[in-house]
């Protein structure tokens, strides 16, 4: 869905298998977004009005991903609960770098003062029968990249 300054709503895109990230190119012409249960990333051109266009499989592969971010090199990072990494791979799904954690990896981006530090957002995960838990296991990881981010987030 697009929401627009105006306070109006459309649907810009369908059939996406559990929208999760989502990272715009520094350009602003780019979407790309990760599907969960689709096992990809999917690109989208961004027009000037917002409407999406051009859908395309940015990258494939047997993970899940959740949280993405872009970097200067033009990869994405990418969350993987269930596989406890995070991921660096190019456009076509040709994987950079792997970095595994003893638990699930929701969310992970790329700051800090030279944006550089990938943060990875880890808990242990127990299904979806147990979201909801007085368990704290939740982490906030950090390890330096070989490129710093860009784009939107």
């Not at 009005?49 to 033009?74: H, K, M, Q």
């Not at 994987?95 to 790329?110: E, I, K, N, P």
């Amino acid at each position: 869905m697009l929401i627009t300054l105006d306070g109006a709503i459309r649907q810009v895109a369908d059939d996406i298998a559990f929208a999760n990230g989502m990272a715009v190119t520094p350009d602003n012409k780019t979407l790309i977004l990760a599907e969960s249960h689709g096992n990809r990333l999917t690109a989208f051109d961004i027009a000037a009005d917002g409407t999406l266009s051009n859908r395309r499989v940015w990258a494939e592969f047997d993970g899940y991903p959740d949280g993405i971010c872009l970097d200067t090199e033009g990869a994405i990072w990418y969350a993987d609960v269930p596989n406890k990494h995070c991921v660096r791979v190019r456009e076509g799904g040709a994987v950079l770098q792997t970095v595994t954690v003893d638990r699930g990896c929701f969310a992970c981006m790329l700051g800090g003062a030279d944006r550089q530090t990938l943060f990875i957002v880890a808990a242990e995960w127990r299904g979806f029968e147990h979201m909801v838990s007085d368990a704290r296991t939740g982490q906030v990881l950090s390890v330096e990249a070989p490129a710093p981010g860009v784009g939107w987030p």
